[in-house]
């Protein structure tokens, strides 16, 4: 069988690798390869839709990422005990019109054994910003580690 390392129980390194690894997964806004870290059989819950497994989770990210342009994401690791792990997060994106947003949220996750990710339970709200107001100005893709995280912008 298959490991995603690190696995549970998580301690404070392994729980912020775990957060650190989402990210960077995510930044690369391809559903084929962050599907890969979701049991078959994955549960979520995000805003008001409740994919089940892989297959409608990777077109759900599809969805996401066909309409939120100049994704950058930026994950932290909340609080974590055994298997579970809470995250904060924010991302930056506009729409096919230009208009920016800072979408802010908490995720509830929880892995089995091998480090697969059962359930992702996620609440966002979104702000509209001016550009002039963005604030993860990176080159899409990876967050580069010298890049302020969440607490040095007080978000």
């Known amino acids: 069988m ?4 690190p696995v549970p129980p998580f301690n ?7 957060v650190r690894m989402a990210e960077d997964a995510w930044n690369t806004r391809d559903p084929d390869r962050v599907v890969l870290v979701y049991t ?21 990210l599809e969805r996401k990422w066909a309409k939120e342009l100049e994704y950058r994401l930026i994950k932290e690791l909340w609080a974590f005990s055994g298997n ?6 924010a991302y930056e994106w ?6 920016w947003f800072r ?13 697969f990710m059962m359930r992702r339970f996620a609440s966002i709200n979104d702000l509209s910003i001016k550009e002039s107001e963005r ?12 890049h302020p995280g969440l607490n040095d912008f007080e978000m």
């Open 12 to 18: 404070h390194e392994t729980a912020s690798q775990k």
């Open 94 to 99: 506009h729409d096919n019109s230009g208009q």
């Open 84 to 89: 579970r792990i809470a995250v904060r997060f």
């Open 135 to 146: 604030k993860f100005l990176w080159p899409l893709g990876r967050r580069p580690d010298e």
């Open 40 to 60: 078959e059989d994955t549960r979520w819950r995000n805003r008001a839709e409740f994919p089940v497994g892989r297959e409608q989770v990777r077109q759900f």
């Open 103 to 115: 979408s802010y949220g908490n995720e509830n996750w929880e892995f089995n054994d091998q480090g």
């Open 2 to 5: 298959e490991i995603k390392l």
